[in-house]
């Protein structure tokens, strides 16, 4: 019992540390969405910085601490003045999701550039406090933990004194509460934001800082968990609420702490998931007040600039159909086959975005996981219960569309932005709950030697072969998804994306068309995951993540929202040009990244526009 | 000019002297809606000036395009002499001109007492602002019991009074006013009026913009008449009070 | 005032009805009804409470008391969507056409309610019927989409030229005006059995409104069931059968056009009620000013 009640207390202070972190990362995403109403996604990269810059002072410089926090202040307030300057001003007219989308781009940029620079392997970071510990009342408190709690303290108590008592804290309040009044008072609402950015992305990197002195390791990647950690923070607290985002901070920091003492380590992001998309759905305010629900975003919130498609007659596509087709008989190079045959399975789940954030406007951020839904279905259908390929094929995009609406559903009545947000969490459960579940899918083993693609007896194991499997699923998902976008079912979809109040007065049942959409998207996706897990012959859950989602969006922005045709092209660009050219495949995601920032910014409609 | 600026002009005598505030053939647009057709007015120094019309008129507009919210597609804005279409909103506020927004804009979580000096946001004679914060103080005792209250638990009156009073705050030579009595309680429509009419008698320039004609014209000295984007009437309160035009103006244009 | 006793049952009914937001009574006990084949307008002065009554008779908002019926049925508890497949058809204030779709797939989505595949309510199967429908476009979806169309365009020739040689640009390419009209032609889709329409001439210039009042007196001659909230009095004069007056929430009159035109109470509540100091002052119960301490700011000193 003793032993019991010490673990309690020992969880109980690891998890307000842990918590004290993301209070910090929460409370920046929310001062840049009170004050801008901006969901940044690149907040977790300026952490990520943070965390490297410290390491860097302290191990190449071997800097003292207190130095070192202070060339991460100041470096990762300069990093969010940068982004704002000339990633998001730009944008300040534009409809909500485009800025967000931009800092999704620098994100992609900064964790590229910071691999570029370190490697992307762990470095280990030497705690400079040594291993000071001590034991309270049985309990153990390491120097650390109490070093993170004080600068918390002071850190929140420094934030109060800011706002409440100096002019630009009450600027900054102003422009929160109403950015047009505070106009009128005079207030520079450009440089307000300017400012807020800088001090988010302080406290972002000192979080950063603080984790990579923790944990005693800086590794790249930890900047997208520390985003989505802080959404769930955020959201738990009442999006744009600082007090809100302290208290969901710590909060979250405790449930994982507990979770994790329960389930096990192997659950602590899963918490983070469910929380928040339980919050957005039942408490869009947050939990910590009683508001009705927020009002409904504007109805902008769809990224579909108005233009027209351009036209492209069907002859060339037929010629360019033809000659896709032909193509092994004239290059038969494996390594060109490969890279478009890996562009033809992006080029359907390219399809299936366009089809549910362009033609049905429901901006989706998790269709990675609808692939791995339909991976592990026909993997597991063919190797536990020996379903030939063929059938599995069909039942597991089946699957995926079953779960993958199931998924969704809750998430339906948001919006724009909040669905957004919603399918991204919802892509990083499905891969939790792939890892967690072991007897199903062999948690973090993954499952190998799945059989290779086949139909009645011919298999297709040759580069050329599968280019043919893949070129051809590709061409049938192009032609059902053309044929439902021109039927008056695929006009009901654009009202829907056109505005959602005047669909409803005209009898269009919003529930069931998003259904729809979701189950057909799902299903495409979840076809161009299970043939990417024969082709490969394994899977794990690493093998769908969120960055393959967001990289799908970029396709389909680069092509145009809703143009099928320009997912395809998108996905040919965007996945075989960094491999044809060689020397830009280690900068990728650094194109990648540039990529959706240029083309937000000056072709939002995308290369053959939208429709 | 000071002196002069104070006593109560009339249109007549304005013509010759610079007005404080003019617009000059402003066309706006929103999109493919055009808004605002050639329009005109004139506010000199010391007077009340209302502008009125019905639903959808561009009134609320009007006052958007003298602050900087909304650019015009053509014409001009004179402050004083000076074209300031153009300038930020911040630019020309510090230029003096004040603010009572449509519906008030209180800023909601700040307490009365950070909403009025954030009216003075802009100064920096941090002296003359205390004094001016002990004169609102005095000016308005209701707000006084209630300065560590949350401006967005006041009621609809008293917010209304403390827009005005964070507007005064600025020392703005012009202040204008968007719907100061809508969604008020006839007591204190009558106290906001009331409190209107004394402030310009203390030297204050308002321009206001009104959908209760009746009320306004009681107080100021001149209006005009916005109908879809035109100036169609301007004259002497007294005269446009009484004059039956005014009605069709407001009911509706002439189709039948 | 009161109308007159009738003998059939209203097309719609509203029975004092209130809708309050945060203690303030937007409608405050509202009752009135539409007959079949009848045209009634509402009016009122800006902030009467006429588009938060709208919202209650569309679904979009809900009454806090009161109640509304649709030829003889309760409309409450009714979700946004069902009311299209009552017959109630709407336009919007500011023209919400669907930007980025044709003029004619706007008019074809009014359709969207009377389509065979949308009207049969088994659940799951229905829906994958829809996408079966939408996948084969077997011979009945086309003829059906066929005849719809035909109708489309037969009602957007009835604004003449203005929309005919549009009917495949994009409706955010149009003018204001004929964003409007798209509007009418999509509800009419419906074949509404009432039509509410919301000032359907809002920032439209006296050429463009005449136009747009000979337009709904043609339908209403044809028997369209209208509801009209309307702004401008004089416009509606012509038009309507009755008129119900709005002003703070509250139905101060209804009856005949020419009657409610000059009737005090509706000037009044146009031009703002005239100045009544004496009856507040007595309530009044704090002077507004203190007069022992006035201004003594100097504006012309004042800036910088």
Same mark, same amino acid.
């Given at each position: 019992?003793?032993?019991?009640?010490?673990?309690?207390?020992?969880?109980?202070?690891?998890?307000?540390?842990?918590?004290?972190?993301?209070?910090?990362?929460?409370?920046?995403?929310?001062?840049?969405?009170?004050?801008?109403?901006?969901?940044?996604?690149?907040?977790?990269?300026?952490?990520?910085?943070?965390?490297?810059?410290?390491?860097?002072?302290?191990?190449?410089?071997?800097?003292?601490?207190?130095?070192?926090?202070?060339?991460?202040?100041?470096?990762?307030?300069?990093?969010?003045?940068?982004?704002?300057?000339?990633?998001?001003?730009?944008?300040?007219?534009?409809?909500?999701?485009?800025?967000?989308?931009?800092?999704?781009?620098?994100?992609?940029?900064?964790?590229?550039?910071?691999?570029?620079?370190?490697?992307?392997?762990?470095?280990?970071?030497?705690?400079?406090?040594?291993?000071?510990?001590?034991?309270?009342?049985?309990?153990?408190?390491?120097?650390?933990?109490?070093?993170?709690?004080?600068?918390?303290?002071?850190?929140?108590?420094?934030?109060?004194?800011?706002?409440?008592?100096?002019?630009?804290?009450?600027?900054?309040?102003?422009?929160?509460?109403?950015?047009?009044?505070?106009?009128?008072?005079?207030?520079?609402?450009?440089?307000?934001?300017?400012?807020?950015?800088?001090?988010?992305?302080?406290?972002?990197?000192?979080?950063?800082?603080?984790?990579?002195?923790?944990?005693?390791?800086?590794?790249?990647?930890?900047?997208?968990?520390?985003?989505?950690?802080?959404?769930?923070?955020?959201?738990?607290?009442?999006?744009?609420?600082?007090?809100?985002?302290?208290?969901?901070?710590?909060?979250?920091?405790?449930?994982?702490?507990?979770?994790?003492?329960?389930?096990?380590?192997?659950?602590?992001?899963?918490?983070?998931?469910?929380?928040?998309?339980?919050?957005?759905?039942?408490?869009?305010?947050?939990?910590?007040?009683?508001?009705?629900?927020?009002?409904?975003?504007?109805?902008?919130?769809?990224?579909?600039?108005?233009?027209?498609?351009?036209?492209?007659?069907?002859?060339?596509?037929?010629?360019?159909?033809?000659?896709?087709?032909?193509?092994?008989?004239?290059?038969?190079?494996?390594?060109?086959?490969?890279?478009?045959?890996? #562009?033809?399975?992006?080029?359907?789940?390219?399809?299936?975005?366009?089809?549910?954030?362009?033609?049905?406007?429901?901006?989706?951020?998790?269709?990675?996981?609808?692939?791995?839904?339909?991976?592990?279905?026909?993997?597991?259908?063919?190797?536990?219960?020996?379903?030939?390929?063929?059938?599995?094929?069909?039942?597991?995009?089946?699957?995926?569309?079953?779960?993958?609406?199931?998924?969704?559903?809750?998430?339906?009545?948001?919006?724009?932005?909040?669905? #957004?947000?919603?399918?991204? #969490?919802?892509?990083?459960?499905?891969?939790?709950?792939?890892?967690?579940?072991?007897?199903?899918?062999?948690?973090?083993?993954?499952?190998?030697?799945?059989?290779?693609?086949?139909?009645?007896?011919?298999?297709?194991?040759?580069?050329?072969?599968?280019?043919?499997?893949?070129?051809?699923?590709?061409?049938?998902?192009?032609?059902?998804?053309?044929?439902?976008?021109?039927?008056?079912?695929?006009?009901?979809?654009?009202?829907?994306?056109?505005?959602?109040?005047?669909?409803?007065?005209?009898?269009?049942?919003?529930?069931?068309?998003?259904?729809?959409?979701?189950?057909?998207?799902?299903?495409?996706?979840?076809?161009?995951?299970?043939?990417?897990?024969?082709?490969?012959?394994?899977?794990?859950?690493?093998?769908?993540?969120?960055?393959?989602?967001?990289?799908?969006?970029?396709?389909?922005?680069?092509?145009?929202?809703?143009?099928?045709?320009?997912?395809?092209?998108?996905?040919?660009?965007?996945?075989?040009?960094?491999?044809?050219?060689?020397?830009?495949?280690?900068?990728?995601?650094?194109?990648?990244?540039?990529?959706?920032?240029?083309?937000?910014?000056?072709?939002?409609?995308?290369?053959?526009?939208?429709? | 000019?000071?002196?002069?600026?104070?006593?109560?002009?009339?249109?007549?005598?304005?013509?010759?002297?610079?007005?404080?505030?003019?617009?000059?053939?402003?066309?706006?647009?929103?999109?493919?809606?055009?808004?605002?057709?050639?329009?005109?007015?004139?506010?000199?120094?010391?007077?009340?000036?209302?502008?009125?019309?019905?639903?959808?008129?561009?009134?609320?507009?009007?006052?958007?395009?003298?602050?900087?919210?909304?650019?015009?597609?053509?014409?001009?804005?004179?402050?004083?002499?000076?074209?300031?279409?153009?300038?930020?909103?911040?630019?020309?506020?510090?230029?003096?001109?004040?603010?009572?927004?449509?519906?008030?804009?209180?800023?909601?979580?700040?307490?009365?007492?950070?909403?009025?000096?954030?009216?003075?946001?802009?100064?920096?004679?941090?002296?003359?602002?205390?004094?001016?914060?002990?004169?609102?103080?005095?000016?308005?005792?209701?707000?006084?019991?209630?300065?560590?209250?949350?401006?967005?638990?006041?009621?609809?009156?008293?917010?209304?009074?403390?827009?005005?009073?964070?507007?005064?705050?600025?020392?703005?030579?012009?202040?204008?006013?968007?719907?100061?009595?809508?969604?008020?309680?006839?007591?204190?429509?009558?106290?906001?009026?009331?409190?209107?009419?004394?402030?310009?008698?203390?030297?204050?320039?308002?321009?206001?913009?009104?959908?209760?004609?009746?009320?306004?014209?009681?107080?100021?000295?001149?209006?005009?008449?916005?109908?879809?984007?035109?100036?169609?009437?301007?004259?002497?309160?007294?005269?446009?009070?009484?004059?039956?035009?005014?009605?069709?103006?407001?009911?509706?244009?002439?189709?039948? | 005032?009161?109308?007159?006793?009738?003998?059939?049952?209203?097309?719609?009914?509203?029975?004092?009805?209130?809708?309050?937001?945060?203690?303030?009574?937007?409608?405050?006990?509202?009752?009135?009804?539409?007959?079949?084949?009848?045209?009634?307008?509402?009016?009122?002065?800006?902030?009467?409470?006429?588009?938060?009554?709208?919202?209650?008779?569309?679904?979009?908002?809900?009454?806090?008391?009161?109640?509304?019926?649709?030829?003889?049925?309760?409309?409450?508890?009714?979700?946004?969507?069902?009311?299209?497949?009552?017959?109630?058809?709407?336009?919007?204030?500011?023209?919400?056409?669907?930007?980025?779709?044709?003029?004619?797939?706007?008019?074809?989505?009014?359709?969207?309610?009377?389509?065979?595949?949308?009207?049969?309510?088994?659940?799951?199967?229905?829906?994958?019927?829809?996408?079966?429908?939408?996948?084969?476009?077997?011979?009945?979806?086309?003829?059906?989409?066929?005849?719809?169309?035909?109708?489309?365009?037969?009602?957007?020739?009835?604004?003449?030229?203005?929309?005919?040689?549009?009917?495949?640009?994009?409706?955010?390419?149009?003018?204001?005006?004929?964003?409007?009209?798209?509007?009418?032609?999509?509800?009419?889709?419906?074949?509404?059995?009432?039509?509410?329409?919301?000032?359907?001439?809002?920032?439209?210039?006296?050429?463009?409104?005449?136009?747009?009042?000979?337009?709904?007196?043609?339908?209403?001659?044809?028997?369209?069931?209208?509801?009209?909230?309307?702004?401008?009095?004089?416009?509606?004069?012509?038009?309507?059968?009755?008129?119900?007056?709005?002003?703070?929430?509250?139905?101060?009159?209804?009856?005949?056009?020419?009657?409610?035109?000059?009737?005090?109470?509706?000037?009044?509540?146009?031009?703002?009620?005239?100045?009544?100091?004496?009856?507040?002052?007595?309530?009044?119960?704090?002077?507004?000013?203190?007069?022992?301490?006035?201004?003594?700011?100097?504006?012309?000193?004042?800036?910088?």
């Amino acid at each position: 019992m003793d032993s019991l009640l010490r673990t309690f207390a020992d969880q109980t202070i690891n998890g307000l540390v842990i918590g004290n972190i993301y209070a910090f990362i929460a409370v920046g995403l929310a001062l840049i969405f009170g004050v801008g109403n901006l969901i940044n996604f690149a907040h977790g990269s300026i952490f990520m910085v943070g965390a490297y810059v410290g390491w860097v002072c302290v191990t190449w410089w071997g800097l003292p601490l207190f130095t070192a926090f202070l060339v991460t202040t100041l470096v990762c307030a300069l990093l969010g003045v940068i982004i704002e300057r000339f990633a998001l001003y730009p944008l300040r007219s534009a409809p909500p999701i485009a800025p967000l989308l931009a800092t999704i781009g620098v994100s992609f940029m900064i964790d590229q550039a910071v691999q570029i620079i370190f490697t992307p392997n762990p470095q280990a970071f030497p705690n400079p406090l040594l291993a000071y510990r001590f034991q309270v009342g049985g309990v153990t408190v390491g120097a650390i933990d109490l070093l993170i709690a004080g600068i918390g303290v002071a850190t929140a108590a420094a934030l109060y004194l800011f706002l409440r008592f100096t002019q630009w804290g009450w600027a900054l309040r102003a422009t929160a509460q109403d950015r047009e009044a505070a106009q009128q008072m005079g207030v520079d609402v450009v440089a307000v934001n300017r400012m807020t950015f800088a001090i988010a992305s302080a406290l972002g990197g000192i979080a950063g800082l603080l984790v990579g002195m923790y944990f005693n390791t800086v590794y790249p990647t930890m900047s997208f968990q520390a985003t989505l950690k802080g959404f769930a923070a955020v959201v738990l607290g009442g999006l744009g609420n600082v007090p809100g985002a302290v208290l969901g901070g710590l909060l979250l920091g405790l449930i994982e702490s507990y979770g994790v003492a329960i389930f096990g380590a192997t659950y602590r992001n899963l918490f983070a998931f469910v929380i928040l998309i339980a919050v957005l759905v039942w408490r869009p305010n947050g939990i910590f007040t009683n508001q009705r629900r927020t009002a409904p975003e504007p109805l902008t919130g769809t990224f579909i600039a108005r233009s027209r498609p351009v036209h492209i007659p069907a002859w060339a596509i037929a010629a360019l159909t033809v000659a896709a087709l032909a193509l092994p008989f004239f290059a038969p190079n494996p390594y060109l086959l490969q890279i478009l045959t890996n #562009a033809w399975l992006l080029g359907m789940v390219a399809l299936s975005v366009t089809l549910v954030t362009g033609t049905a406007g429901q901006t989706s951020l998790g269709q990675a996981g609808f692939m791995a839904i339909g991976a592990y279905a026909s993997a597991l259908l063919t190797q536990r219960l020996g379903w030939p390929f063929e059938l599995s094929l069909l039942a597991s995009a089946l699957v995926s569309a079953v779960i993958g609406v199931l998924l969704v559903l809750p998430a339906f009545r948001l919006r724009a932005v909040y669905i #957004a947000i919603a399918t991204l #969490a919802i892509g990083e459960i499905v891969n939790q709950v792939i890892l967690n579940w072991d007897s199903l899918t062999n948690g973090a083993m993954g499952i190998t030697n799945i059989a290779p693609p086949s139909l009645f007896g011919w298999q297709a194991i040759r580069p050329h072969e599968i280019y043919w499997f893949t070129l051809v699923l590709l061409i049938l998902a192009a032609l059902v998804q053309h044929r439902l976008v021109r039927s008056p079912l695929g006009r009901t979809w654009r009202a829907l994306r056109e505005d959602e109040v005047a669909a409803q007065a005209f009898g269009i049942d919003l529930n069931r068309y998003k259904t729809l959409v979701f189950a057909v998207a799902a299903f495409i996706a979840g076809l161009s995951g299970a043939v990417t897990g024969h082709m490969y012959s394994y899977i794990s859950h690493e093998t769908f993540t969120n960055t393959t989602s967001i990289l799908v969006l970029t396709m389909v922005i680069l092509g145009g929202m809703g143009n099928l045709l320009g997912a395809i092209v998108g996905a040919v660009a965007l996945t075989a040009l960094p491999e044809l050219f060689r020397g830009l495949a280690d900068y990728r995601y650094l194109i990648y990244g540039l990529t959706l920032l240029l083309l937000i910014r000056f072709r939002p409609q995308g290369l053959l526009g939208t429709d | 000019m000071n002196t002069a600026s104070l006593a109560r002009t009339n249109g007549q005598n304005a013509a010759s002297t610079n007005p404080l505030l003019e617009l000059k053939d402003i066309d706006t647009a929103y999109g493919p809606i055009q808004v605002h057709f050639g329009v005109n007015l004139h506010v000199n120094a010391g007077e009340i000036v209302c502008l009125l019309g019905g639903n959808a008129s561009g009134k609320s507009t009007t006052m958007k395009i003298i602050l900087g919210l909304v650019r015009p597609r053509a014409g001009a804005v004179r402050f004083d002499g000076r074209v300031i279409n153009g300038l930020t909103t911040p630019q020309i506020v510090r230029l003096g001109i004040g603010s009572v927004p449509e519906s008030r804009r209180i800023f909601a979580q700040m307490t009365v007492r950070e909403n009025l000096l954030m009216g003075a946001y802009h100064r920096r004679d941090r002296h003359a602002v205390a004094e001016d914060y002990e004169r609102m103080l005095a000016l308005f005792p209701r707000l006084k019991e209630r300065l560590q209250q949350r401006g967005g638990t006041l009621s609809g009156g008293e917010q209304q009074m403390l827009a005005i009073g964070r507007a005064l705050m600025g020392r703005p030579r012009l202040i204008c006013m968007d719907e100061p009595t809508m969604g008020l309680s006839p007591l204190y429509v009558d106290r906001v009026l009331a409190l209107i009419q004394q402030i310009n008698t203390q030297g204050y320039t308002i321009f206001m913009v009104e959908q209760n004609a009746n009320l306004a014209l009681q107080i100021a000295h001149r209006g005009y008449v916005l109908q879809n984007g035109r100036i169609v009437m301007e004259g002497q309160a007294d005269a446009l009070l009484n004059d039956p035009e005014i009605q069709d103006a407001y009911l509706g244009e002439g189709v039948s | 005032m009161e109308s007159v006793q009738r003998a059939t049952r209203p097309l719609l009914e509203i029975k004092q009805v209130s809708r309050a937001f945060d203690g303030v009574l937007a409608v405050d006990d509202v009752s009135f009804g539409i007959d079949e084949g009848e045209t009634v307008s509402v009016i009122g002065p800006n902030g009467a409470g006429k588009t938060t009554l709208f919202n209650l008779i569309t679904g979009v908002d809900q009454p806090t008391a009161g109640e509304i019926f649709f030829d003889g049925a309760p409309l409450a508890g009714l979700p946004a969507h069902a009311y299209a497949r009552l017959g109630m058809a709407r336009t919007f204030q500011h023209g919400r056409v669907f930007g980025n779709l044709s003029v004619l797939d706007n008019v074809l989505l009014g359709a969207h309610s009377r389509r065979q595949v949308v009207r049969s309510r088994a659940p799951v199967v229905n829906l994958l019927r829809e996408l079966a429908y939408g996948l084969l476009q077997p011979g009945s979806v086309k003829q059906e989409e066929a005849a719809l169309r035909a109708e489309a365009e037969e009602i957007l020739a009835q604004f003449g030229e203005r929309l005919t040689p549009r009917l495949h640009q994009p409706a955010y390419s149009l003018s204001y005006a004929n964003r409007r009209r798209v509007e009418i032609a999509r509800a009419l889709m419906l074949r509404p059995r009432l039509l509410l329409l919301d000032e359907p001439t809002a920032g439209m210039n006296p050429a463009e409104t005449q136009e747009m009042l000979d337009f709904i007196a043609t339908l209403k001659a044809r028997g369209q069931t209208i509801l009209l909230i309307e702004h401008k009095l004089t416009l509606v004069m012509q038009l309507s059968d009755r008129v119900v007056v709005m002003d703070d929430g509250r139905k101060i009159t209804e009856g005949a056009p020419e009657v409610v035109r000059h009737d005090p109470q509706v000037i009044e509540a146009y031009l703002g009620h005239r100045h009544h100091p004496p009856a507040n002052a007595a309530q009044d119960d704090e002077p507004v000013v203190q007069p022992a301490t006035r201004l003594t700011i100097d504006p012309a000193a004042g800036v910088l």
